[in-house]
């Protein structure tokens, strides 16, 4: 049985380095600022993760 059928959620950390399995109740007491990606399309993950800071401020006159 995989993971996701036992109730678990992939998440993604706030600064997009660490990806984990995690259980709801971790997830919601230990992790809040994780990101739920567990039912997103390939494409949307990866543009996610393949994300460019935002730098239109530092130009801004």
């Known amino acids: 049985m995989h993971l996701k059928d ?3 959620k992939f998440c ?7 990806g984990q399995w995690l259980h709801p109740a971790v997830f919601k007491v230990m992790h809040p600022d994780w ?12 543009a996610y ?11 801004a006159a």
Not at 49 to 59: I, R
């Open 49 to 59: 993760l393949t994300q460019a800071p935002q730098q239109q401020e530092l130009f």
């Open 35 to 46: 990101t739920d990606v567990t039912e997103w399309p390939t494409e949307q993950l990866v």
């Open 12 to 18: 993604i950390s706030p600064d997009k380095k660490q």
């Open 6 to 8: 036992q109730g678990f």
